[in-house]
């Protein structure tokens, strides 16, 4: 938090500055920065304020690239916000000029970003489709990162469909790929979501253990949200064993 604030603070102090020497290149840059912050902060009409003067900025400058992807931002906080039609919206504006322009990275996210709204829509199988053009995007262009957090969406999607073998197999697919880039929060996402596919199979051994190597890795990035979700996951495996005072210190 106190680390956000002060970027904000940065921020804060470049868009003057930009605007005063009429650097719009920077002062866009600044907005959609400030924006993601304000997004990461919870404070969404003031990120997607940012974003739209930033869209404004880019569309005047002809930056098409930069339009889709800030439109792509915008969608993002209409999905927390639980305005999912309109982040299709946004989303279905911004694919065909990330696509225009050439731009595989950007589509990648655009296409993944759809394919999550219909994953929390119920529609499984219009999020499959939509993550595999995302993952084999990826996979052309090389990026790693892209692509372990896709095969991890695969899987809940899989996850979701009771398919768990297959939830299994993207699961394991995207680990090596979390750990080879080195990021321990989506290593920590998916150790957990491994986890609770053996403990929906009734492997509460195998599930433990996962849940052991998730937890750690949770609290060392400070991802309270993901530290409680393995909690929960832990104390319900517990509970689920028959441990119920152990469940119990696991889940308060």
Do not use: W
């Amino acid at each position: 938090m106190g680390e956000q604030q002060k970027a904000l603070e940065y921020y804060s102090q470049s868009l003057p500055l930009s605007r005063e020497s009429g650097d719009r290149t920077s002062e866009a840059f600044a907005l959609i920065c400030a924006g993601r912050v304000y997004s990461e902060l919870g404070e969404k009409q003031t990120a997607l304020e940012y974003y739209s003067q930033s869209f404004k900025l880019f569309q005047a400058m002809g930056d098409r690239e930069q339009q889709a992807r800030t439109l792509n931002y915008m969608g993002m906080v209409y999905s927390d916000l639980g305005e999912k039609q309109k982040a299709l919206e946004h989303y279905s504006q911004s694919l065909p000029i990330s696509q225009a322009v050439g731009d595989r990275s950007g589509q990648a996210v655009i296409l993944i970003s759809i394919g999550k709204v219909y994953s929390e829509l119920g529609d499984q199988q219009k999020a499959l489709e939509y993550y595999s053009q995302s993952l084999a995007l990826f996979q052309a262009i090389g990026d790693r990162s892209g692509e372990a957090v896709n095969l991890t969406s695969i899987g809940n999607v899989y996850a979701e469909l009771e398919d768990k073998q297959k939830a299994l197999d993207y699961f394991n697919q995207s680990l090596p790929l979390r750990r080879v880039v080195g990021d321990r929060a989506g290593e920590a996402l998916t150790l957990t979501s491994i986890g609770n596919v053996y403990a929906k199979l009734g492997d509460k051994q195998k599930a433990r253990e996962y849940f052991n190597q998730s937890l750690p890795l949770t609290q060392a990035t400070r991802d309270r949200a993901a530290e409680a979700l393995t909690l929960y996951s832990i104390a319900t495996v517990k509970r689920d064993s028959g441990n119920l005072n152990e469940a119990l210190t696991n889940g308060t």
